[in-house]
């Protein structure tokens, strides 16, 4: 038989990569042409939007769509994913234009994928296999590629049945293993024990990210945490808010690894995490391989939700509520949430003031000019001071110590003298405050 289908996307990720690659420089890198195939049963106005977001996925991934398959069903195909008749017609199209791949918008079964590639005789790949790309491409720390390479390994696990499909002919009959069979066991066992050595490097860093989120926790101050749907603006937003110099591009999941920013006012301190863009049916692999790396937002006295405002409501509304889905999965559904509502400047002054109505409470802002981040600062460090507690004392004067203590940890200090002692009010961490309260109970 001749040469074996890849059974998962192996797009410019593997190609910059694949030390046995012997094509020349310009084909490596040239862009694959794609072919989108897509089953639903929903609105014309999600449909748009389902289709041109796996666009914008297959353009980050290195591919460009050459042509479209939308069937409309209640639910895809069990075996085919598309229905006979309109696969017959895909699969002349595809006989006779030759793409490098077709692009499915939904998700694959392993059953389906063998199928569709079976009947196109070209490679097939499905929406999560496409993120995973993009998360390979993107993903810089050592961390961040051992989670990557986790999922990829979780997600092409079921996918080893039929890779050697064409060996199973060479057994020995009724109740004998032919190789194909001990060929797909021997894949099977390699990736289980890939699998285990990734989660053991993936558990040593996270007891030293637990060593870290304990600091982390005890610290008084105020974390902030940057989520929303990919390509909302989050980095952008960032580097506004923080002076950060966090690398912004208009691509999907360009933030992989968490980063965290501080900045400061009146001697309050605000630390800023920007974590991975959210995106609708996110891989259920990627948010277990990254849920350490979520941690940022779980642990976070506000999330600040960053939403597009220059879409439509509709289209912000599905991405709300994939953003919350995620949030939720990682066990975060408790943080207070703040809206920010980004790139304002592509709005006009009626739209401004529509979307002002529609989501009250909301801070609009737009990253690039700088418009309504100082408004942003001001929301967060009213955040920070709200955390803070309103202490007052009556401190002999023998009692310098106390008055350090609480010059040192607090903020907004007062004196007022007094014949026996000296009264001081300041605002302090809560820990803090206790601590000064002992302190002076001790004396």
């Given at each position: 038989m001749g040469r074996e289908l890849q059974r998962t996307y192996r797009g410019r990720a593997w190609r910059e990569e694949d030390p046995d690659d012997k094509r020349g420089l310009h084909e490596v890198d040239r862009t694959e042409h794609a072919v989108m195939i897509a089953s639903m049963g929903c609105s014309p106005v999600e449909e748009t939007d389902r289709l041109t977001e796996m666009a914008e996925l297959l353009h980050t991934a290195g591919a460009t769509v050459v042509h479209r398959v939308v069937q409309h069903r209640d639910r895809p195909d069990p075996r085919l994913y598309l229905g006979r008749g309109r696969l017959d017609e895909l699969v002349e199209w595809v006989k006779e234009n030759k793409p490098d791949l077709v692009a499915c918008e939904g998700d694959l079964s392993a059953g389906q994928q063998r199928h569709l590639e079976d009947r196109l005789k070209t490679r097939v790949v499905d929406r999560a296999g496409i993120i995973l790309d993009i998360f390979a491409l993107h993903a810089q720390s050592a961390e961040g590629k051992l989670q990557v390479e986790l999922a990829q390994l979780e997600y092409s696990y079921s996918r080893q049945e039929g890779l050697w499909q064409h060996l199973e002919r060479l057994g020995g009959g009724v109740g004998t293993r032919g190789p194909g069979e001990s060929q797909l066991e021997s894949d099977r066992r390699m990736i289980r024990n890939r699998?285990?050595?990734?989660?053991?490097?993936?558990?040593?860093?996270?007891?030293?990210?637990?060593?870290?989120?304990?600091?982390?926790?005890?610290?008084?101050?105020?974390?902030?945490?940057?989520?929303?749907?990919?390509?909302?603006?989050?980095?952008?937003?960032?580097?506004?808010?923080?002076?950060?110099?966090?690398?912004?591009?208009?691509?999907?999941?360009?933030?992989?690894?968490?980063?965290?920013?501080?900045?400061?006012?009146?001697?309050?301190?605000?630390?800023?995490?920007?974590?991975?863009?959210?995106?609708?049916?996110?891989?259920?692999?990627?948010?277990?391989?990254?849920?350490?790396?979520?941690?940022?937002?779980?642990?976070?006295?506000?999330?600040?939700?960053?939403?597009?405002?220059?879409?439509?409501?509709?289209?912000?509304?599905?991405?709300?509520?994939?953003?919350?889905?995620?949030?939720?999965?990682?066990?975060?559904?408790?943080?207070?949430?703040?809206?920010?509502?980004?790139?304002?400047?592509?709005?006009?002054?009626?739209?401004?003031?529509?979307?002002?109505?529609?989501?009250?409470?909301?801070?609009?802002?737009?990253?690039?000019?700088?418009?309504?981040?100082?408004?942003?600062?001001?929301?967060?460090?009213?955040?920070?001071?709200?955390?803070?507690?309103?202490?007052?004392?009556?401190?002999?004067?023998?009692?310098?110590?106390?008055i350090s203590a609480v010059y040192a940890q607090g903020r907004d200090v007062t004196q007022d003298a007094g014949p026996d002692g000296t009264t001081i009010r300041a605002l302090m961490p809560p820990a803090a405050a206790g601590r000064v309260r002992a302190l002076l109970a001790r004396g």
């Open positions: 699998m285990g050595v990734l989660r053991k490097r993936l558990g040593e860093v996270e007891r030293s990210r637990e060593t870290m989120r304990e600091e982390r926790l005890a610290s008084p101050t105020t974390r902030v945490a940057l989520a929303g749907y990919t390509n909302a603006g989050k980095s952008s937003l960032m580097n506004a808010l923080t002076g950060a110099h966090v690398d912004v591009e208009d691509a999907l999941f360009e933030t992989l690894d968490a980063t965290t920013r501080a900045f400061s006012r009146d001697g309050m301190k605000v630390l800023v995490s920007d974590t991975v863009g959210f995106i609708r049916h996110l891989p259920h692999q990627l948010v277990e391989s990254f849920r350490s790396t979520l941690e940022e937002v779980r642990d976070a006295h506000l999330i600040v939700h960053v939403a597009d405002a220059s879409e439509d409501d509709e289209g912000r509304a599905a991405r709300a509520t994939a953003v919350e889905e995620v949030l939720d999965e990682i066990g975060a559904h408790e943080v207070p949430r703040l809206l920010v509502l980004n790139k304002v400047d592509l709005l006009d002054d009626e739209d401004r003031h529509a979307l002002a109505r529609r989501h009250v409470g909301a801070v609009l802002v737009s990253a690039r000019t700088g418009e309504g981040i100082d408004d942003l600062r001001d929301r967060l460090l009213a955040t920070a001071r709200a955390r803070w507690e309103r202490v007052e004392l009556a401190v002999p004067y023998a009692r310098g110590d106390v």
